[in-house]
Nanobody, 115 residues
Framework: QVHLVESGGGLVQAGGSLSLSCAVS????????MGWYRQAPGKEREFVAA????????YNADSVKGRFTISRDNAKNTLYLQMNSLKPEDTAIYYC????????WGQGTQVTVSS
């Protein structure tokens, strides 16, 4: 069983920064890609950013390019998302995703950006 636990969400003013973390635990073997998704009230869950196992290749949604940075530390089994220049439209629950043949999800962490 694989468990993902997000942390680091909170309330911040527009233009501010937050850093999210996702701790991975459980039985998992081999390499796996990871990513962040978010879901705003009344909207579908959407892709935010992803990172390959080596950490060299990353992907970002157009809406966060230049503002968010995804990274990972495989030795610590942890995924990160540094969010800068936050906007009110970034308000959502942020979910950590791990893809290893199947998708695993965390419980989510709330990010609220006030105007």
């Amino acid at each position: 069983q694989v468990h993902l636990v997000e942390s680091g969400g909170g309330l911040v003013q527009a233009g501010g920064s937050l850093s999210l973390s996702c701790a991975v635990s459980g039985r998992i073997f081999g390499s796996y890609d990871m990513g962040w998704y978010r879901q705003a009230p009344g909207k579908e869950r959407e892709f935010v950013a992803a990172i390959r196992w080596t950490g060299v290749t990353t992907y970002n949604a157009d809406s966060v390019k230049g503002r968010f940075t995804i990274s990972r530390d495989n030795a610590k089994n942890t995924l990160y998302l540094q969010m800068n220049s936050l906007k009110p439209e970034d308000t959502a629950i942020y979910y950590c995703n791990l893809r290893a043949g199947t998708d695993y999800w965390g419980q989510g962490t709330q990010v609220t950006v006030s105007s």
